[in-house]
Each structure stands twice: as C-alpha cells, then as structure tokens.
C-alpha cells in the first residue's frame, strides 16, 4: 500500500504504547495487597483533573506530598494505599513491534511526536522501575521530531491544549494527524479535534488500525 496522502503526522502516547500498561502491575499490587482489581485506576479516576495524580503529572507536587494525599483519595474510597506503593509499578517491558511502526512511520516521511503524562524522574521511588523505564525512553524517545511532557509543560493530557502544542510543534493541522493511546480518556479530545484517535487493546489490533489510516504495511511476525 502507498502511504496515506491526506496524513502528515502520527503522534503517540508512550507508556502503554510503547511499554505493556502500567494497569498490568498495578493490578498486580492489588492482588499482593488484597485491594479490589483496578482499584488504583478508580483511585486516578476520581477527580481527575485535580486529584494527585494530576498534580503530580503536572509537576504541582512533589513525591512526599504525592504520597499523602493518593493515601487520603485512597482511604477515601475505602481501601488505604500510599502513593509511594504505586510509583514504582509505571514501568512496563518495551514493545518492539511498536518501535518497528514508529521507525517505519517516520521512513515513509511522516512526521512522529510523543504525549506523555509522567512525573519528574528523580521524584519516584523504586530505582529498578526507573531504570527500565529509562532504558525503553532511551531508546524511543530519540526517533522523535518533538516530544511534550505534562510534567515539563504543565498541563496533561486530556486537556485539548497538550495536543494543539503538538501540532503547533510539528507544524501540522489536527485533521492531518493520526493520534494513539492506550486510554479513551486521551484519544476523545483527539479525535474531537479531528485526529485519526486509535485506541491501544493490544499490539495487533493497533497495528491493523494503524496500517488501515496511514496506508503502510507493519510486520506481524516480529515478537510481541
């Protein structure tokens, strides 16, 4: 297939994207902890322009107050936990199939951006975690032309604001854009801007979607 004429951009999330869900360990704690399963994603659910997760993803917080009060919304909804528990369970195993799209969205010329909500990395605890996020970061966050942090530009996605950066970044219309992310929270504002929004389920449903509006072919063989 010839590559999609009418698109210019493909702009991507990267934890769940790029690296298996942070969901996957968190409901792991949950079962080590004897928590109801996706209790924590209700926890960051709850309030969620303004909760301690947004604050801290917009860096309005740091670690220790994090910690505080995700224990206070936590406890709130009837099942203690201290942000300091969670931090640690962000990072996921890389999905280099997903890097084979990126590097194959850019060969065929066109331009890739990165959203990402995250926390400033010195503020997390769990030094195993960072380092595996940061050796999956290192080796995508490079085939990038632009990247915006919510912790670096204070605001978070899903405010439509993060994305008309993005576009204003790569010198591109929304129309023109194909957006993915893990979470439909992040693809709606997306897509009501007029972005192609692919929500991520799993690597070979995201790259069929992806292949269907970019008009590229992606190898189904490679391992997951």
């Not at 203690?80 to 997903?98: A, N, W």
């Not at 995201?206 to 970019?214: D, N, R």
């Given at each position: ?14 934890g ?9 360990a ?9 928590l ?47 942000g300091?528990?969670?931090l ?17 969205c ?10 990402t909500?995250n ?21 995508v ?53 007029g972005?192609?929004?692919i ?10 979607e ?15």
């Amino acid at each position: 297939m010839a590559p999609n004429s009418s698109i210019r951009a493909v702009i991507w999330d990267f934890g769940g994207v790029f690296t298996s869900s942070p969901f996957e360990a968190f409901n792991r704690l949950e079962a080590e902890k004897g928590l109801p399963r996706d209790f924590i994603r209700t926890v960051n659910a709850t309030n969620p322009h303004d909760n301690a997760w947004a604050l801290f993803e917009r860096n309005d917080i740091d670690a220790a107050r994090f910690d505080s009060l995700f224990l206070e919304e936590s406890t709130a909804l009837g099942h203690p936990i201290g942000g300091r528990e969670v931090l640690p369970r962000l990072s996921g195993e890389l999905r280099p199939r997903m890097v084979a799209a990126l590097k194959a969205c850019k060969a065929a010329g066109f331009k890739v951006g990165c959203i990402t909500n995250n926390v400033v990395s010195e503020h997390s605890p769990g030094q195993d975690g960072e380092q595996r996020a940061a050796g999956a970061m290192g080796q995508v966050m490079p085939l990038f032309d632009a990247i915006i942090e919510s912790s670096k530009a204070g605001v978070r996605k899903p405010d439509p604001k993060i994305y008309l950066m993005m576009c204003e970044l790569l010198a591109v219309a929304p129309g023109s854009c194909i957006y993915l992310d893990d979470l439909g929270i992040n693809c709606k504002p997306a897509h009501q801007l007029g972005m192609t929004a692919i929500k991520v389920v799993d690597v070979d449903q995201t790259l069929a979607e992806l292949s269907a509006a970019t008009g590229l072919t992606f190898d189904a063989e490679q391992p997951a």
